[in-house]
């Protein structure tokens, strides 16, 4: 199936490479193809390009270009910061995060309390938010690191990030967040933030796969994770993915140019598409709070129907979504974020996330509008439980 008979609604999953993206990265795999590291000029150019992704990276979120580390995704970023807060202040050992992290979070943070460390999984309420306070009485003597995302990826809740540093700050005590759903999405800017880490991928941002960042900020103690050569400052060993790291850095400048715009119109058509699939089809509701929410992201609750089933068929017509539910060792489970919002297991598992893109189109949303309810209708009348016959990860 080309990308021209797909209508895509995952963008949290990963987005469509911008044509620019390409072709500024093109370069670096064809004449461009020196080590930056190197001393002569051929490798030297090479490393301008590095040089000039970083500024145009570090301007995407009004960071310094020298508090940029590149690291190969999301996760790595993510894992880095966590380690890093870790080993650099031996005695302490208790971390703070919340239920409803990206894996990249929750599965460091279960390694932890397996080597004898503990962790303070904050809860979420029914609209996917966290308390602060209770965040904030959370925090000990010895707590390393507090880590909470800025926005979820399944429900789109955006978290009080600003006042989570803030308190952080004052207690003396590391602030990461996990920003990888937002770039693109919502203006970024570390300093307004008062963070200490923020992770970001560029396949959520119309790069490829395989390349991501952490902001480190300036004089913030630091310890790699990846160790080796002396490259990225001696912060992240291993040479650089050159031509992954051009397209990143186009991608951010794409977005910085274009953001309000893009923006804007994303959050009026997921808001037609979320409020016309309501007005259509009985028994549908939001999983998780109308605002504050990332512009692009609807998480529906379609009553009596399973989600495999739905995206099976929507997969017929072409559409492609994600369900609110994981698959562990082939047997479904409902995600572990909307359980932790308190969504019945039986619901999590009819729950389908959408997600739009700068490259969504009003044609896409009205066929989905025209297939969806069919669809809905004909797995209700076959049955009020219908089979579970198909496995998708959502946890991207
Ligand atoms: N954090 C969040 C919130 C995500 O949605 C993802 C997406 O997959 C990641 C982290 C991991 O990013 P990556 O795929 O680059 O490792």
């Not at 370069?27 to 001393?39: D, I």
């Not at 307004?192 to 300036?218: C, E, T």
């Not at 009026?268 to 605002?291: F, H, K, W, Y």
Request: charged residues 20%; aromatic residues 6%; glycine residues 8%.
């Amino acid at each position: 199936m080309s990308d021209e008979t797909i209508y895509y609604f995952d963008n949290n999953a990963t987005t469509r490479v911008a044509p620019e993206v390409v072709e500024a990265m093109l370069p670096y795999l064809t004449e461009q193809w020196g080590n930056p590291s190197s001393a002569y000029s051929f490798g030297n150019h090479v490393g301008e390009s590095v040089t000039e992704a970083r500024a145009k990276v570090a301007a995407l979120i009004n960071a310094a270009p020298r508090e940029i580390i590149f690291t190969s995704c999301g996760t790595e970023s993510s894992n880095a910061a966590l380690n890093s807060t870790l080993i650099t202040q031996p005695g302490k050992r208790h971390i703070i995060t919340t239920a409803v992290e990206h894996s990249a979070n929750i599965k460091f943070g279960q390694m932890h309390e397996k080597r004898g460390g503990e962790v303070s999984w904050i809860p979420v309420d029914r609209a996917g938010q966290i308390d602060v306070h209770e965040l904030q009485e959370a925090i000990r003597e010895d707590t390393a690191v507090v880590s909470v995302m800025l926005a979820n990826n399944e429900t789109g809740v955006v978290f009080p990030i600003e006042e989570i540093a803030a308190i952080c700050r004052a207690k003396g005590v590391p602030f990461h967040t996990d920003a990888v759903q937002t770039a693109g999405k919502l203006k970024l800017d570390v300093k307004a933030m008062g963070v200490d880490f923020l992770s970001l991928s560029a396949h959520k941002l119309h790069a490829p796969k395989g390349i991501g960042l952490l902001y480190a900020r300036q004089g913030v103690a630091w310890q790699p994770y990846v160790i080796g050569g002396g490259q990225e400052s001696g912060r992240r060993g291993g040479t650089e993915n050159v031509a992954y790291i051009v397209a990143f850095g186009k991608a951010a400048e794409l977005a910085m140019a274009s953001l309000k715009n893009d923006v804007d119109r994303i959050r009026t058509l997921r808001n037609r598409m979320e409020d016309s699939i309501m007005e259509r089809i009985p028994g549908v509701t939001r999983n998780g709070a109308r605002e504050p929410r990332l512009p692009n992201t609807s998480n529906l609750n379609f009553a009596d129907c399973e989600a495999e089933a739905i995206l099976l068929l929507l997969d017929r017509e072409g559409i492609c979504a994600s369900s609110g539910s994981a698959c562990t060792t082939g047997s479904l489970a409902p995600s572990h974020v909307l359980i932790a919002m308190g969504v019945p297991p039986e619901h999590a598992l009819s729950s389908v996330r959408l997600s739009l893109s700068k490259y969504s189109t009003a044609a896409e949303v009205d066929h989905l509008l025209d297939t969806l309810p069919a669809i809905i209708k004909k797995l209700r009348e076959a049955s009020p439980k219908t089979s579970r016959v198909a496995t998708q990860k959502i946890s991207q």
